[in-house]
């Protein structure tokens, strides 16, 4: 399965993205990491593609404390989409 995360944050992109890299090898756990990619939208936007996804593995991996902090840090909130390649 493959994953588009639309996400908005409050604080900025770089503390985001800093976050982001903290989590790749984490993220490595549930999905293909070497085609990841998160991309800034605008000053409160962000997307993300995950490809390869075993979504009840990540379910389990971002309902962490630490992860629920990175979040309310961040105040990120992420609404989640499956997507897959054209002509599939």
Not at 48 to 72: G, N, Y
């Amino acid at each position: 399965m493959n994953i588009l995360i639309k996400g908005s944050f409050k604080t900025t992109y770089e503390a985001v993205h800093k976050e982001w890299l903290n989590g790749s090898e984490t993220r490595a756990e549930c999905c293909d990491e070497s085609r990841s990619i998160i991309s800034k939208v605008d000053d409160y936007n962000y997307i993300a593609l995950l490809f390869d996804v075993d979504f009840e593995k990540m379910l389990t991996l971002m309902a962490t404390p630490e992860r629920a902090e990175i979040m309310r840090e961040n105040r990120i909130k992420n609404e989640m989409y499956q997507f897959s390649p054209l002509g599939q």
